[in-house]
């Protein structure tokens, strides 16, 4: 099976703030290219640090994130958001795009159909 521009896997994704109490442990995760995915579960169970460290904002202790098949652990979030100039990710922090790539998203999506891909500004 091919790897595509979107498809996100977590390979024994291991995250912990003091060092040695893991508040995510262990996570196994593949999502095809274009799939959507909920994350469910009680609060304090680890659903937000495992998205802030999909998108960039926190790097896990252990373990690998793979985007498109790319390694992207220690890249900042606008460096993993695109492949090919096209979005990959769309929880991407307001701060890290400049201005004018905002406008021009937020126009495009307006008008996009559902699952559309769009050109980077």
């Known amino acids: 099976m091919a790897v595509e521009n979107g498809s996100i896997e977590l390979a024994g994704i291991v995250k912990s703030y003091d060092g040695t109490t893991p508040v995510v ?8 290219d274009r799939a959507y995915c909920c994350f469910l ?24 994130i ?8 220690g890249l900042a979030p606008v460096e993993r958001a695109y492949r090919d100039d096209v979005p990959v990710l769309r929880a991407v922090s307001a701060s890290e795009c400049p201005r004018q790539h905002r406008l ?7 008008g996009a159909q559902d699952g559309a891909r769009l050109p980077m500004p």
Request: glycine share 18%; aromatic share 2%; net charge positive.
């Open 66 to 73: 793979l985007i498109g098949g790319q390694d992207v652990v």
């Open 25 to 32: 442990d262990g996570v196994n995760l593949k999502i095809s």
């Open 41 to 64: 579960g009680p609060s304090g169970c680890g659903k937000t640090t495992i998205l802030r460290m999909i998108a960039g904002h926190e790097d896990p202790t252990h373990g690998e």
């Open 104 to 110: 021009r998203l937020a126009r495009a999506w307006r």
